[in-house]
């Protein structure tokens, strides 16, 4: 497992924007797939946006046109910029990678959380009406 450390989780009103970033190591930002997940109260979690270690991206129905997922290998940092906001995008914010050996590049997006073997702790994002 790696450390992936999220921040820019908050509150703002519906329409508004958010842009959430995980630290991560420069080897998982580099070679492995990554995404954001999230978990509203009592639902399940559920992948947002995915990236692999060559940029391809996927994202939820929900979130089409209105969520980028991007990474920055300079600064060791996968992002997720989000406008639009609505109430029902109110949920914790996790930050995932699937991570692969030394030497190896992770190929494909997974927006399933099965199969990430690493977690950040998460980070809140509240919509208000």
């Known amino acids: 497992q790696v450390q992936l450390v999220e921040s820019g989780g908050g509150s703002v009103q519906s329409g508004g924007s958010l842009r959430l970033s995980c630290l991560a190591s420069?080897?998982?930002?580099?070679?492995?797939?990554m995404g954001w997940f999230r978990q509203a109260p009592g639902k399940e979690r559920e992948g947002v946006a995915g990236l692999d270690s060559d940029g391809n991206t996927r994202y939820a129905d929900s979130v089409k046109g209105r969520f980028t997922i991007s990474k920055d290998n300079a600064e060791n940092t996968l992002y997720l910029q989000m406008n639009s906001l609505k109430p029902e995008d109110t949920a914790m914010y996790y930050c995932?990678?699937?991570?692969?050996?030394?030497?190896?590049?992770?190929?494909?997006?997974?927006?399933?959380?099965?199969?990430?073997?690493?977690w950040g702790k998460g980070t809140l994002v509240t919509i208000s009406s």
């Open positions: 995932a990678a699937r991570t692969v050996g030394v030497g190896n590049f992770c190929y494909g997006v997974f927006l399933t959380d099965y199969h990430m073997n690493s």
């Open positions: 420069s080897f998982t930002v580099r070679h492995d797939c």
